[in-house]
């Protein structure tokens, strides 16, 4: 059975940074790509960032890019989002999903398993 649990989530000044990170078991994280996702409250759930099962492609929403990071140990089945130069607006419940597709990857449609979400909160 797979399981995903995320961690790393807390309350930041703006400008400051986390690392997420997201530990999988029932599987190895190599055959999966991995997404991370965020919803603030009142909001839908939106794309954050992924990275394909090879490693070989990532990929990031607009919104995050070029302050957020995401990465993999295969060794260890954990994926990071690391978020530098957070923002108020970076506030939400961040989740990560896996996903055995190779497109879609954009869409909450597109992954098949999800983990519980960890609460970032980005203070002014």
């Known amino acids: 059975q797979v399981q995903l649990v995320e961690s790393g989530g807390g309350l930041v000044q703006a400008g400051g940074s986390l690392r997420l990170s997201c530990v999988a078991s029932?599987?190895?994280?190599?055959?999966?790509?991995t997404g991370w996702f965020r919803q603030a409250p009142g909001k839908e759930r939106e794309f954050v960032a992924f990275?394909?099962?090879?490693?070989?492609?990532?990929y990031y929403a607009d919104s995050v890019k070029g302050r957020f990071t995401i990465s993999r140990d295969s060794t260890k089945n954990m994926v990071y989002l690391q978020m530098n130069s957070l923002k108020p607006e970076d506030t939400a419940v961040y989740y990560c999903?896996?996903?055995?597709?190779?497109?879609?990857?954009?869409?909450?449609?597109?992954?098949?398993?999800w983990g519980q979400g960890t609460q970032v909160t980005v203070s002014a």
């Open positions: 999903a896996t996903s055995m597709r190779a497109n879609r990857l954009t869409f909450t449609t597109g992954y098949d398993y």
């Open positions: 029932g599987y190895t994280s190599s055959t999966y790509s």
């Open positions: 990275i394909t099962k090879s490693g070989s492609s990532l």
